[in-house]
Every structure is written in C-alpha cells, then in structure tokens.
T-cell receptor
Framework: NAGVTQTPKFQVLKTGQSMTLQCAQD?????MYWYRQDPGMGLRLIYY???????DKGEVPNGYNVSRLNKREFSLRLESAAPSQTSVYFC???????????FGPGTRLTVL | AQSVAQPEDQVNVAEGNPLTVKCTYS??????LFWYVQYPNRGLQFLLK??????LVKGSYGFEAEFNKSQTSFHLKKPSALVSDSALYFC??????????FGAGTTVTVRA
C-alpha cells in the first residue's frame, strides 16, 4: 500500500515549456486534489476532482489544466510554464466532507 | 477573507516543555478542523481532526487539540515537546463538501 505517489520528484523547466505532473493513489478514494505550496502562504488548492469524471477549479487554477484519468490517477499539466509557477506541488486524495486528505511526497518545480 | 489564521510564524520551545501552536478559524456553521505536520522535504502528514463531540481531540505522536467554539480556536498542544517535533505545522478547515483551506503554517523548533 503505497498511499499517494507523485512523479517526478524534481523538475526544472524553461519559461514556455510544458510538462505534466503525475499522481496516483491506491486507497480507493473518490476525491483527488492538487495544491501548490509557497513560503508563507500555506497550501493553495489548484484543482480538485470530487469523483471520477469530474474536475473543478480551486483558488489558483490559472495556467494549469487537470485530467482525472481514472479513479486512481489525477494529472496536472502546465501548458506554458512561467517563473511564477515555481513552487512545490502536492497531490492529495480523500473522501467526502469529514474524511481526511492524504498527501503525496511532492514535486519541486523550478521555472527559469 | 482568510478562513484559518495561524498567528505565529515560529514557535520555539525547549525539549520537555509544553508546546502550543495556535489556530483560529472563521467559517459559518459547524467547522471541521484538521492539523497536519510537514517534516523537511516531505509531504503533509495528518495529525488529528475535530468533527463533532468532545472538544479535546487526541491524535498521533502525543499531540492533542482543543476546540473552543466561543473563541473560534483550535490550538494544537503537546505536554512535553521532543526535538523530533521540530517541523512545519498547518491548521486547516473544511470549506464546502470537499475542499480544505490551510493556514500559512507555523514553524516549530524544539531545542535540546
């Protein structure tokens, strides 16, 4: 039982390049989330998927797209990376309402 | 408006002394409150949550938190801190059916 896994762990991009961050969970959770963590700002929700086949915007969705590939997998895509997207990205999974969210180890992304 | 506030950026305590990390919230209705801990270069780990019932919630690693509705607070406590408790602590509140709103985080340093 690996929990929530993310790939890659580190990535350096040039401005304008694209990339996809991958996330998978093996806890049979319905909901999955993408957050970004920046110093002094806590975690901010980018997108979430309440269930397979649905996605919704969070607080900071601009510049990102997501795909809920199946119940296990939820990917985050940066179509044209910008330096402002330099951050640590966390994927999480969980359930409805009172359920706990469980986090992956994170992807540290630098955009030059 | 911020839903969760952690008024202290940093908390420093000596090993063996009590540790308190403060959190206040501002959501309508009954709040669902969470505490997470993040060790360096790791993802967030769930510590405890308050949903309903007893105002004192016990969690992992000897931590507990006290829900105070009149003061809209959910402070994290540990009676006797360890050096290994040094980490970044986040308070969060459920917003809507699926989303968590996080505080900015409090860095705890426990000195030997």
């Amino acid at each position: 039982n690996a929990g929530v896994t993310q790939t890659p762990k580190f990535q350096v991009l040039k401005t304008g390049q694209s990339m996809t961050l991958q996330c998978a969970q093996d806890m049979n959770h319905n909901s999955m989330y993408w957050y970004r963590q920046d110093p002094g700002m806590g975690l901010r929700l980018i997108y979430y998927s309440a269930s397979e086949g649905t996605t919704d915007k969070g607080e900071v969705p601009n510049g990102y797209n997501v795909s809920r590939l199946n119940k296990r997998e939820f990917s985050l895509r940066l179509e044209s990376a910008a330096p402002s997207q330099t951050s640590v990205y966390f994927c999480a999974s969980g359930g409805y309402s009172t359920d706990t969210q469980y986090f992956g180890p994170g992807t540290r992304l630098t955009v030059l | 408006a911020q839903s969760v506030a952690q008024p202290e950026d940093q908390v420093n305590v000596a090993e063996g002394n009590p540790l308190t990390v403060k959190c206040t919230y501002s959501v309508s209705g009954n709040p669902y409150l969470f505490w997470y801990v993040q060790y360096p270069n790791r993802g967030l780990q769930f510590l405890l949550k308050y949903i309903t019932g007893d105002n004192l919630v016990k969690g992992s690693y000897g931590f507990e938190a006290e829900f105070n509705k009149s003061q809209t607070s959910f402070h994290l406590k540990k009676p006797s801190a360890l050096v290994s408790d040094s980490a970044l602590y986040f308070c969060a509140v459920r917003k809507g059916d699926y989303k968590l709103s996080f505080g900015a985080g409090t860095t705890v340093t426990v000195r030997a």
